[in-house]
T-cell receptor, first 111, second 116 residues
Framework: GIQVEQSPPDLILQEGANSTLRCNFS?????LQWFHQNPWGQLINLFY???GTKQNGRLSATTVATERYSLLYISSSQTTDSGVYFC?????????????FGTGTRLKVLA | KAGVTQTPRYLIKTRGQQVTLSCSPI?????VSWYQQTPGQGLQFLFE???????NKGNFPGRFSGRQFSNSRSEMNVSTLELGDSALYLC???????????????FGPGTRLTVL
């Protein structure tokens, strides 16, 4: 089945720094989402981005489906950005449509 | 619009018992998917329901089952609980159409199940 890898696994930043999170996937996908999981476990939607580029405030994302990767950019990071960031891809696998999650990037922003 | 809701939020059970979790999707959403999150295995897809029918299924044993009602609310049942079933169970709803599952998913806050 499709493999989804995220890098880096852990990231520590000073407040105000910029960062780039990467999501690689091993096969073609039908959709892709980025999420932020808060300390209470809630998955917060950041982007639904099967292809192209989107921006929302200090966050932006780019998916290059033909090259099987997506990037999440965080600019001017704040302590509230801390948490785990997941990408998830939707793909057909043996006749079943599945949403496959990456292992996440754990981000800690220091004041 | 109200988001996805899940009840209960926390649950403690003992081995061998069974448990039922509930999920109410966003109004108008007809697809509900369930996921299990554990520290060791990460986030894994359990199954998806659409129009009261299980449309997609992950690789979990038959002890994990679900159903969907005519109002799109869904329940997940785990029978004969094992210690390894301790996890955060998340449900997601989407505006999936009858022919496609390829829509943005919105997650509920989760039910944290502890099996003793």
């Amino acid at each position: 089945g499709i493999q989804v890898e995220q890098s880096p696994p852990d990231l520590i930043l000073q407040e105000g720094a910029n960062s780039t999170l990467r999501c690689n996937f091993s096969d073609s996908v039908n959709n892709l989402q980025w999420f932020h999981q808060n300390p209470w476990g809630q998955l917060i939607n950041l982007f639904y981005i099967p292809s192209g580029t989107k921006q929302n405030g200090r966050l932006s994302a780019t998916t290059v489906a033909t090259e099987r990767y997506s990037l999440l950019y965080i600019s001017s990071s704040q302590t509230t950005d801390s948490g785990v960031y997941f990408c998830a891809v939707g793909s057909q696998d043996s006749g079943t449509y599945k949403y496959i999650f990456g292992t996440g990037t754990r981000l800690k922003v220091l004041a | 619009k109200a988001g996805v809701t899940q009840t209960p939020r926390y649950l403690i059970k003992t081995r061998g018992q069974q448990v039922t979790l509930s999920c109410s999707p966003i109004s108008g959403h007809r697809s509900v998917s369930w996921y299990q999150q554990t520290p060791g295995q990460g986030l894994q897809f359990l199954f998806e329901y659409f129009s009261e029918t299980q449309r997609n299924k992950g690789n979990f044993p038959g002890r994990f089952s679900g159903r969907q009602f005519s109002n799109s609310r869904s329940e997940m049942n785990v029978s004969t609980l094992e210690l390894g079933d301790s996890a955060l169970y998340l449900c997601a709803s989407s505006l999936a159409s009858g022919s496609s599952s390829y829509n943005e998913q919105f997650f509920g806050p989760g039910t944290r199940l502890t099996v003793l």
